[in-house]
């Protein structure tokens, strides 16, 4: 997938606008967000352009994924923090503004005031069941 001229992590990637990043491979790399939710939170992202992780190929996402307990524990051990979130969106719909892949690692402690609405469900009888067969089908399994 080529680089997008209009695409601002494109631009990062290619150096052609500046980044605080902290790592780079072959694969992905990794700047701090500069939007923070929490100090040190850090962005992850594929040198190649890709909107959502469905048009990207296993391994080429894997290769960027790979990255994250390495820079998650780098994360934890400059911010002080309790714990993190690993957020990934996909579509305006879910919250993505940028429409290049990106990986957030976000630094939590108690009372940081994050956090999103968690409004578990209940499926009604049969529709469990129902979606196990859908998805399996899909899958082919
Ligand atoms: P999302 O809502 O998942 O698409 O997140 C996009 C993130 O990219 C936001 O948290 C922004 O603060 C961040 N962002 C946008 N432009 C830049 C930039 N030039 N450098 C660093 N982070 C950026
Ligand atoms: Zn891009």
Known sequence: MPQQADCVFCKIVAGQIPSA???EDDACIAFLDIGPLADAHLLIVPKEH?????DMPALEFA????RIPQLARAV????????LNVLQNNGQVSGQAVPHVHIHIIPRR???GLGYR??????????LQQLQRALAGALGT
């Not at 934890?76 to 714990?83: D, F, K, L, N, Y």
């Open 110 to 112: 108690q009372g940081d």
């Open 50 to 54: 890709y909107e959502r992780i469905t």
């Open 118 to 127: 968690w409004n578990a469900g209940k499926y009604p009888e049969g529709k």
């Open 63 to 66: 290769a960027v994924t790979l």
């Open 21 to 23: 990043k902290v790592f």
């Open 76 to 83: 934890m051990e400059v911010s002080g923090a309790e714990g």
